[in-house]
């Protein structure tokens, strides 16, 4: 009988392969793989070809790992769904400690957040989170816990 374990990756399609993994490597993500432009097979028919890199957060093989990838054939095109009432995956949301001199940091950097971060106490939960930009405009959360 089979099982689902949990997820492996997620991955977010960018223009720019080497910006995005500067993005990344901001919000602590390393690189664990790094796979030069080539043909992409079993992903369907379009596109064919591309290069991407597989990012880790720490040191556990089973942690939450991060595909970045930029199309070759045909390019990365097309934008990021304008808000987050769409059907499909809107953001991509990393628990953090710290978040406030996560804040500073990237707007230190330039970034932009989507808001200032709030405390929303969901369900009694001691928390607060912050949405930005990533280079090509995915949707990025972080997310902290209080006890």
């Given at each position: 009988m089979w099982q689902s374990l949990q997820i492996y990756h997620v991955?977010?399609?960018?223009?720019?392969?080497?910006?995005?993994?500067?993005?990344?490597?901001?919000?602590?993500?390393?690189?664990?793989?790094?796979?030069?432009?080539g043909d992409l097979p079993g992903l369907g028919p379009v596109p064919r070809r591309g290069r991407a890199k597989l990012l880790q957060l720490g040191k556990d093989p089973?942690?939450?790992?991060?595909?970045?990838?930029?199309?070759?054939?045909?390019?990365?095109?097309?934008?990021?769904?304008?808000?987050?009432?769409?059907?499909?995956?809107?953001?991509?949301?990393?628990?953090?400690?710290?978040?406030?001199?996560?804040?500073a940091m990237l707007e230190a950097d330039g970034i932009t957040l989507v808001d200032r971060p709030h405390r929303p106490g969901l369900n009694g939960a001691n928390h607060q989170f912050v949405c930005f930009l990533d280079p090509d405009g995915t949707v990025i959360e972080l997310m902290e816990f209080f006890k």
């Open positions: 991955n977010i399609n960018c223009t720019n392969l080497e910006r995005s993994f500067a993005f990344y490597q901001k919000l602590g993500f390393h690189e664990v793989i790094d796979l030069p432009e089973r942690g939450t790992m991060l595909d970045l990838l930029e199309w070759t054939d045909p390019p990365t095109s097309g934008t990021p769904y304008p808000h987050l009432a769409h059907v499909g995956i809107a953001r991509l949301c990393l628990r953090v400690k710290g978040l406030d001199e996560m804040v």
